[in-house]
């Protein structure tokens, strides 16, 4: 087994050929899979709440901005100047370091196909992949898993459930980190057995041992760095999921917006650090979609905050990002050019940037790939480019 | 789901419209009768919940403390702030206990159960501090006393309160023209207050119409303008306003003068009255008749509730003017509601409590129900959202929620060592709807704990 090369085949695929007969086994479908970006790793966190894109890669160089923000306008000489229209919120150091070197972008003034400004409705939207609410029954991640080797198609949600992007025909496992006492191996064992003829709950069990056995690290901390390290040690690993979702809220800021937009934006930069680090040399082969339901709007609102708007921003990080730019068909902050006279307009089609990113990746045609994730929204041409490899 | 166990109508409406049998129960023996007879029987304020904080007090409290630290250095204020911040942390938790020991308690589970609904339905989320403070009381104070009336009557109790002015930014929401809104562009051109429109949109889209329903974005803008003025007692200088129950006031300083107009309705009243005429039509309205049908009956009855069943909730409603008792006596009539087998599964809440029953359980003792629910994956009053917590199975039947509750399954029933039989209780709490794989499970366990922990996390048990 150790002289095979595990990037032509793995050890799963290895015994299902064993069992259908050597004869056969050169002639397996799963061989061909095999030549595609099989060690590749994509992750998708995303941000419930609306995050506010204008407020984290900033457009300082539009002059429209300052007035429109007041007092929440971020003070761009605290910031990492991106280019000379943008600039990076102060509390994303780690993150800026990543744009320096060339391993972070940012796509700026996009939307999911929602134009609307219903939180959940927007989630569904954004995680199903559909161009309405509820059209479609399950999520764009798990039908991304169906156009992978079998051998490369597990995925986690790093959750006690599993969100709707993931939901769907293949089974996918969850993680979250447990401050409960282990269950006995004897009352597990049992509790195989009592799911053994119910189709859901043994699905279930079987999912949520996988992980179990996975995870080495037991630590019931769920504080950002933890968390981003625990979620690095499961992607690290040679036979462990290649696809993971991560969920972080509190973006919807109303209120108060200073303040808390800078803690959840240093959380948000924590995490990333740290799966950077967790990764060691798999960062190389790993892509990361940051991205939310819908912006805000482009004003303030009179109580220190911003309602709900539309375009927003999207990050995309990883070890072969053909990063330190900012893509933007830039619509412009002036009252004439805003969405409805009050958002940023969507200029970028987020499907579009998805598509992209997990089809270079992955080395899946884009037209193949967008029609089986985004089926109602596949018109556009794809963004090329975004990975260097 | 491979044939889930058949449920009678006794197992029904004990576990299905209930919060689950406890061992000494008798199974009704007319289910439909001792459902509604509990309409009649409901206590807005049971024993468990007599010693909580009422929300005037901790209002008061708060402002109180607030004015404090406004007077100290910051080292002070730092300490003064941690202590304060315990003893909100304490006020959630034992809120929190005492929903749990009025669940165990009661004799009417099914007008409990419905407490939870509309307490979810109307969620406030303990992510802010002040929040954590008052969610005990909105819920005890706003939606308790009025689950069985009608349902504008809990629309207005709950938009009043300051957990929710609080929670979606309405007190601190200021008409541009108001006398506020202009005094304040004047002294401070820069500084500009105005407009929140977060509560105006949760209402229309979360707690009334629902969303998709034919309004705009105007006319949540509107509906802001309009709700200007609607505050909380004692979180401001209260010179010339009523003070009125729960802490709520209005503050004409604050409110934007003129007509709006919704949905294309004039409304030309002043101050409060305009609001209050608003949320009366939004009561009233056809599409929010559906919208508290369908959720009534994704609650109770299925993630896809039948379309039958929608519409005689929906048509109970409008024909009774939002009568809430009506819907209820509609939902338990319709044999829609009485399918044998189970399709909903519980959330962590539903499956703890009828845990707790069915071991047993009075009262708490040591048990930290807020912990406990926390790693469920479903801290109380903290759904992360206004849309409250999911009540559909794919939010709560995930891989690693099921570990917790094999987990939790494990701690619950140690202490219990051989006092229950595991064979005899299933059979008394899940009313005789348990499959022969369950029973020879429990038959076959090691000891008579892990026993009683299969039954807790037996796909019987789970479902209802």
């Given at each position: 087994m150790e002289t095979f090369n595990k990037n032509m085949i793995n050890r799963r695929d290895f015994l299902k050929l064993l069992s259908a007969g050597a004869g056969l086994a050169f002639a397996s479908p799963y061989i061909s899979f095999?030549?595609?970006?099989?060690?590749r790793r994509f992750i998708f966190i995303i941000q419930r709440g609306a995050a506010d894109g204008l407020n984290i890669?900033?457009?300082?160089?539009?002059?429209a901005y300052t007035k429109l923000r007041?007092?929440?306008?971020?003070?761009v000489s605290q910031a990492t100047k991106l280019d000379g229209l943008f600039a990076l919120h102060p509390s994303l150091a780690e993150t800026a370091k990543l744009y320096a070197s060339k391993q972070a972008l940012f796509v700026h003034a996009v939307a999911s196909p929602y134009r609307s400004r219903s939180h959940f409705d927007g989630q569904n939207v954004l995680e199903t992949?559909?161009?309405?609410?509820?059209?479609?029954?399950?999520?764009w991640m798990n039908r991304l898993l169906t156009l992978l080797p079998s051998s490369q198609n597990e995925a986690i949600a790093f959750a006690t459930t599993v969100p709707m992007a993931l939901r769907g025909k293949i089974e996918v496992a969850s993680y979250a980190p447990s401050a409960l006492p282990q269950a006995s191996d004897d009352l597990l064992m049992r509790v195989e057995q009592l799911y053994a003829d119910d189709t859901q709950l043994h699905s279930l069990w079987t999912a949520a041992m996988e992980a179990n056995n996975m995870?080495?690290?037991?630590?019931?901390k769920q504080d950002p760095a933890s968390f981003g390290k625990l979620a690095a040690s499961f992607l690290a690993k040679?036979?462990?999921?290649?696809v993971a979702m991560i969920e972080t809220g509190?973006?919807?800021?109303?209120?108060?917006q200073d303040g808390r937009l800078a803690r959840q934006l240093k959380s948000l930069d924590t995490m990333i650090a740290a799966i950077h680090d967790g990764l060691g040399p798999v960062w190389q082969k790993t892509t990361i979609i940051v991205a939310t339901e819908f912006g805000r709007t482009a004003a303030s609102n009179g109580t220190g905050g911003t309602d709900h708007g539309t375009g927003s921003v999207a990050m995309v990080l990883g070890?072969?990002?053909?990063?330190g730019r900012v893509i933007a068909d830039w619509p412009g902050l002036s009252t004439s050019n805003l969405y409805e006279g009050r958002d940023l307009k969507p200029t970028t089609n987020l499907d579009t940037l998805i598509a992209s990113i997990t089809g270079a990746g992955f080395g899946i045609d884009p037209t193949r790939i967008s029609k089986t994730l985004f089926p109602e929204n596949n018109t556009n041409k794809a963004i090329e480019g975004l990975l260097r490899s | 789901m491979t044939n889930p166990t058949e449920m009678n109508n006794a197992a029904i409406a004990v576990n299905r419209f209930g919060l689950g049998a406890r061992p000494e129960d008798t199974a009704p023996s007319d289910p439909k009768k001792w459902l509604l007879g509990q309409i009649n029987q409901?206590?807005?304020?049971p024993a468990s919940l007599a010693n909580q904080p009422i929300t005037v007090n901790l209002i008061k409290e708060y402002a109180e403390q607030q004015q404090e630290m406004r007077k100290m250095d910051d080292a002070e204020k730092k300490d003064t702030k941690r202590t304060f911040r315990r003893e909100i942390k304490d006020t959630y938790q034992e809120a929190v206990s005492a929903r749990a020991e009025a669940a165990l308690a009661t004799s009417t589970p099914f007008t409990e159960r419905l407490v939870h609904f509309w307490s979810n339905h109307f969620a406030v989320s303990i992510e802010k501090p002040a929040i954590a403070d008052l969610a005990g009381a909105f819920e005890f104070e706003a939606i308790r006393p009025n689950i069985l009336g009608n349902f504008k009557d809990l629309l207005f109790a709950v938009e009043r309160h300051p957990a929710m002015l609080m929670y979606l930014d309405q007190a601190k929401?200021?008409?541009?023209?108001s006398k506020a809104g202009s005094r304040s562009a004047e002294k401070q051109p820069d500084k500009k207050r105005g407009l929140n429109e977060n509560l105006a949109r949760e209402v229309m889209e979360?707690?009334?119409?629902?969303?998709?329903?034919g309004y705009t974005q105007t006319d949540v803008t509107e509906f802001a303008r309009a709700l200007t003025g609607w505050s909380i007692a004692?979180?401001?200088?209260?010179?010339?306003?009523n003070v009125e129950v729960n802490g709520f006031v209005f503050r004409p300083m604050l409110h934007e003068p003129g007509t709006r107009n919704i949905m294309g309705k004039n409304y030309s009243q002043t101050g409060s009255t305009q609001a209050e005429a608003i949320l009366t039509d939004l009561a009233n309205s056809q599409a929010t008749a559906t919208h508290l049908a369908t959720k009534l009956a994704r609650h109770f009855v299925?993630?896809?509730?039948p379309a039958s069943l929608v519409d005689k909730l929906t048509k109970a409603y409008m024909a009774s003017n939002g009568d809430l008792t009506t819907v209820y006596r509609a939902l338990i009539e319709a044999?829609?509601?009485?399918?044998?087998?189970?399709?909903k599964f519980k959330t962590p809440w539903e499956w703890l409590v009828s845990s707790l029953r069915g071991l047993g359980?009075?009262?708490?003792?040591?048990?930290k129900v807020g912990q406990i629910l926390n790693q469920l994956g479903?801290?109380?009053?903290?759904?992360?959202?206004?849309?409250?917590?999911?009540?559909?199975?794919a939010t709560w039947a995930g891989p690693n929620a099921l570990l917790r509750r094999v987990e939790l399954a494990q701690r619950l029933v140690a202490?219990?060592?051989?006092?229950?039989d595991a064979r005899v209780l299933a059979e008394k709490i899940l009313l005789g709807a348990i499959s022969p794989q369950t029973k020879a499970a429990i038959s076959r366990s090691e000891s008579a704990s892990t026993g009683l922990a299969l039954l807790l996390v037996s796909p019987e048990f789970l479902r209802r």
């Open positions: 095999a030549s595609a970006n099989t060690d890669v900033i457009p300082y160089g539009d002059p007041g007092a929440l306008a971020i003070d992949g559909g161009t309405s609410a509820y059209q479609m029954k399950d999520g995870a080495d690290d037991i630590s019931a040679a036979d462990g999921p290649r509190g973006w919807d800021t109303h209120t108060g070890g072969d990002v053909n990063g | 409901y206590q807005a304020k929401s200021i008409g541009p023209n979360l707690h009334t119409l629902g969303v998709r329903s004692g979180m401001g200088k209260d010179k010339g306003v299925a993630d896809s509730p044999p829609e509601s009485w399918i044998s087998t189970p399709a359980k009075q009262n708490l003792d040591n048990i479903q801290q109380t009053w903290r759904p992360g959202s206004p849309a409250g917590f999911d009540d559909i199975a202490p219990l060592g051989d006092k229950l």
